[in-house]
């Protein structure tokens, strides 16, 4: 285990330490407005929801660590305190990363990048057209955590007005996060895609309390074949089978493998477990743990 105090390493070294562990982060692409009133755009991945009442959004356009300047998108939220949060679909994404760029003041990111600026109906800040949910934002607190290279300025603001493509909706007028096609940001040149196979449901959190996974046996916890995945699948199941049920399904279901290694316990086990994994993938946990509890019957 590598172990360290953030202060005993060098700013890049460490900036890169958290920014591959804490991932992947999804994408403001703020859009403010300059001192003369032309437009700004911006990426920054230190940004997430907060709250919902009030709907809040925070995001940190930090401190450049080369040379300690702050960023165009601070200084314009310091004289004018509104911005557009435009999310950023995988279709968006080298656009995106071109309005990265430190392009001079003044200079337009939507000339640079051909995304379409269009007129918010609350704030001044200009909306991106491509964008699937654009947030019109009202900035309340910026509040700066240090006057060093690296240091954020949290910048927090109250969603105002919410503008969804109805294109990313499914038939219940929701969301659909294979239709948004979200992109985030890990650490380095490293992105990620959140749709297709990358996208998947977990009954999370359980709106009823589980068994948890101290109530399985110890071998079944300490197993090498049941990850800490399939535990906690294990750990949600409302109750566990009665005596009766494991003994039937024994009989019924198990009898062969019994007998097949009545004289190697330690196989026996293994096979069990290497079921129950299969049934967990399949999405048969309450069949997987009486699987696993026959071999203590």
Partial sequence: M????????PIPQLHQ????SIAPRPIALASTLNDDGSPNLAPFSFFNLFSVNPPVVVFSPARRGRDNTTKHTYDNL??????????VSFGMTQQCSLAGVDF??????FDKTGLTPIDSEIVNPFRVKESPVQLECKVFEIKEL?????????????????????DVLNEEKMIDPHKIDLIGRMGGSYWCRAS??????VNNPPTKIGI?????PPEVIDSNILSGNDLGRLGQLLELPNETEVNDYKLLELSELFIEHEDNSAMLEKKLHQLAKDLISNNK????????LTYND
């Fill in 2 to 9: 590598l172990t360290f105090e953030p202060k005993d390493l």
């Fill in 17 to 20: 330490y958290l920014l591959n």
């Fill in 78 to 87: 310091k004289r004018r305190p509104e911005v557009v949060i435009n999310l």
């Fill in 104 to 109: 001079a003041q003044g200079i337009s990111e």
């Fill in 146 to 166: 240090g006057e060093n290279g690296g240091a954020g300025n949290l910048i927090l603001a109250e969603i105002v007005k919410v503008h969804i493509n109805e």
């Fill in 196 to 201: 297709g196979d990358s996208v998947f449901t």
């Fill in 212 to 216: 948890g996974v101290d109530s399985l």
């Fill in 285 to 292: 946990v309450e069949e997987a743990l009486t699987v696993l």
